[in-house]
Nanobody, 118 residues
């Protein structure tokens, strides 16, 4: 069973930066997408950033120009670099890795808390 372990969350002042990491316990074969989601208290879990196996990225409008998703295949790790953080970015951040083919498998991390103070 593959486990995803997130790290890098914490408390930061508005305008600051954090870099989240999501490391897989072993190599995942046939990755389709690698994504970061976030969930603020009382709100639904929303997609923040996505990265396809082909290298295409997509971002929520609220984070465009501030966040960047990347991967290191050798380390089985996906990153989310977050700059110019705002209090509205406060949430638990989750990574998800989805595979191609049948059956399609989705792996989720346990989440890491990001708190941005004003």
């Amino acid at each position: 069973q593959v486990q995803l372990v997130e790290s890098g969350g914490g408390l930061v002042q508005a305008g600051g930066s954090l870099k989240l990491s999501c490391a897989a316990s072993r190599t995942i074969v046939s990755i389709n997408t690698m994504e970061w989601y976030r969930q603020a208290p009382g709100k639904q879990r929303d997609l923040v950033a996505g990265l396809t196996s082909g290298g295409s990225t997509n971002y929520a409008d609220s984070v465009k120009g501030r966040f960047a998703i990347s991967r290191d295949n050798a380390k089985n790790t996906v990153y989310l670099e977050m700059n110019s953080l705002k209090p509205d970015d406060t949430a638990v951040y989750y990574c998800k890795i989805s595979t191609r083919g049948f059956p399609r498998i989705e792996y989720w991390g346990q989440g890491t808390q990001v708190t941005v103070s004003s």
